[in-house]
Nanobody, 122 residues
Framework: QLQACGGGLAQAGGSLRLSCAAS????????MGWFRQAPGKEREFVAA????????HYADSVKGRFTISRDNAKNTVYLQMNSLKPEDTAVYYC?????????????????WGQGTLVTVSS
């Protein structure tokens, strides 16, 4: 029901834009989040956005470089990633949480996309 895309190979300092399209139900009222998982590491929080887009929250490691946004008319959430670093290399997952609180742990999120790979070369 969540389909993430937009990953690929980027050079350090470059940009990528990830998209996560929802189908089968509307996620307009859900908190949407992005998480990532690097090889050998646990899945970690990247960013989250509330239903209106008026409230966002970022991990310290991406603050000022990444921007989360959403278009409820398109049932899609985005992650604009600028000034990419090699340590941003990971599989990125979008997720939906039917509560209203922006949370950073994985467990509250009810729906998950399949992940899209981002590789940043130095």
């Amino acid at each position: 029901q969540l389909q993430a895309c937009g990953g690929g190979l980027a050079q350090a300092g470059g940009s990528l834009r990830l998209s996560c399209a929802a189908s089968g139900r509307t996620f307009s009222w859900y908190v949407m989040g992005w998480f990532r998982q690097a090889p050998g590491k646990e899945r970690e929080f990247v960013a989250a956005i509330n239903w209106s887009g008026g409230t966002t929250h970022y991990a310290d490691s991406v603050k000022g470089r990444f921007t989360i946004s959403r278009d409820n008319a398109k049932n899609t959430v985005y992650l604009q990633m600028n000034s990419l670093k090699p340590e941003d290399t990971a599989v990125y997952y979008c997720a939906a949480d039917q509560t209203v609180v922006l949370r950073t742990s994985t467990s509250p999120y009810d729906y998950w996309g399949q992940g899209t790979l981002v590789t940043v070369s130095s």
